[in-house]
């Protein structure tokens, strides 16, 4: 029987299916992040200590993978308008490797530097456990998004979205169920259920990477099939395919390191300063209102931006490849007029009706908390507002 050849996705196609993927993915995480800052024994606190490891951890994935499936779906497109499927395959290759090698550096440093980590960098001692929790995952999400970029670059971006929906519905099952489990067994031990809600993510990431890997195994037959009717291939040595994916991935991986970054220095200053005028419970407390709820509900519509982000990169690749360059700017035009549209209004409702969103949503809180969460929402938005 013949083989079929692997099926593309309309730009449009693409947009609407991550678009619709990213705002699932923002609900089920809002639904699991209501439910550890509303669970009793969890709270602020335990945002506070999970989200101090989880930026440490965010800080490892971003050097090991962010960029990654940007810069593979970018030069696989390349390949792909051209005929070029073997080559497109040999940088996947070349990728999966190197990263992989890569991202197990940086599970391992993380996994024995817990201790260190936790105790001098964070000053949140109780942070230990979530930093050895999520330590497994930084491999496991590397992988994955080479498998994203390779699936990204032949414009099949239904995986990705399937991929990350799946990894989001998983994660907020999990959560709930081992922080509940751990809370009857513990007698709920904030510290223990912030370890558990982050091995939620671990075993997740897992899962994600189990369907990707299995989807690569069912289309094995249509990418053989693809690479052995290939053209224009041209053979290269693999020290120069390995400087290509790396001058495109380290430059595309640059504005993530840089946020990153910023996010790690809140964790680790914002405790040490607010500790000289309050107590170690409460600067942890304080802090747990930043990453627990501030950032959880800014970074809400900014799903809707990334659809576009993720769908320009191989239609824009594709296009220069083909010398089609006026449909590139239409794209680009496109996607900058509907993440206008969308951002302002988000921005304006945040800045006005901030109170009233957080007493919504949190409605466990004091009124205390409520008016500096208020405040630090409010601050926040104005602060963040040009990314819109």
């Known amino acids: 029987m013949k083989n079929k050849k692997l099926k593309r996705q309309s730009f449009m196609q693409s947009v609407l299916v991550l678009m619709?993927?990213?705002?699932?993915?923002?609900?089920?995480?809002?639904?699991?992040?209501?439910?550890?800052?509303?669970?009793?024994?969890?709270?602020?606190?335990?945002?506070?200590?999970?989200?101090?490891?989880?930026?440490?951890?965010?800080?490892?994935?971003?050097?090991?993978?962010?960029?990654?499936?940007?810069?593979?779906?970018?030069?696989?497109?390349?390949?792909?308008?051209?005929?070029?499927?073997?080559?497109?395959?040999?940088?996947?290759?070349?990728?999966?490797?190197?990263?992989?090698?890569?991202?197990?550096?940086?599970?391992?440093i993380l996994f024995l530097g817990a201790n260190y980590i936790a105790n001098n960098f964070l000053q949140i001692p109780e942070a230990e456990l979530t930093l050895v929790a999520l330590s497994p995952s930084i491999f496991l999400v590397a992988i994955s998004c080479v498998i994203k970029g390779y699936f990204n670059g032949m414009e099949n971006l239904k995986v990705t979205a399937n991929a990350q929906t799946l990894e989001q519905f998983f994660k907020t099952v999990l959560s709930v169920i081992l922080v509940e489990f751990i809370a009857v067994v513990s007698g709920t031990d904030t510290v223990v259920m912030a370890a558990g809600a982050n091995l939620a993510t671990t075993l997740a990431t897992f899962l994600c990477f189990f369907y990707l890997y299995r989807y690569y195994r069912v289309m094995k037959k249509e990418i053989s099939y693809e690479i052995k009717n290939s053209i224009n291939y041209k053979p290269t040595r693999i020290r120069k395919t390995l400087k290509q994916i790396l001058s495109v991935s380290i430059p595309m991986s640059m504005g993530a390191i840089i946020g990153t970054i910023n996010k790690n220095v809140d964790s680790m200053t914002v405790v040490r300063g607010l500790k000289k005028f309050l107590s170690e419970e409460q600067a942890k407390i304080q802090y747990g209102i930043l990453s627990g709820k501030v950032d959880t509900l800014v970074t809400l519509p900014m799903s809707f931006n990334m659809a576009f982000a993720t769908a320009l990169v191989p239609t824009i690749s594709s296009a220069k490849a083909t010398g089609d360059i006026e449909t590139g700017k239409k794209r680009i035009s496109f996607s900058l007029l509907i993440t206008i549209l969308i951002g302002l209004p988000c921005m304006a409702l945040m800045i006005i009706f901030a109170e009233q969103i957080l007493k919504?949503?949190?409605?466990?809180?004091?009124?205390?908390?409520?008016?500096?969460s208020n405040k630090l929402f409010k601050y926040y938005i104005y602060c963040i507002r040009t990314n819109y």
């Open 360 to 372: 919504l949503l949190f409605p466990n809180a004091t009124s205390r908390k409520l008016y500096l």
């Open 20 to 108: 619709l993927s990213q705002v699932l993915v923002k609900i089920l995480g809002l639904v699991y992040k209501l439910y550890l800052t509303n669970r009793e024994g969890f709270g602020d606190k335990g945002n506070a200590i999970y989200s101090s490891g989880f930026q440490i951890y965010a800080l490892f994935l971003t050097i090991s993978s962010v960029g990654i499936p940007g810069a593979i779906a970018k030069l696989v497109s390349e390949h792909i308008a051209i005929g070029d499927y073997k080559g497109a395959h040999k940088i996947f290759k070349i990728a999966l490797v190197t990263f992989g090698l890569i991202s197990f550096l940086c599970s391992s």
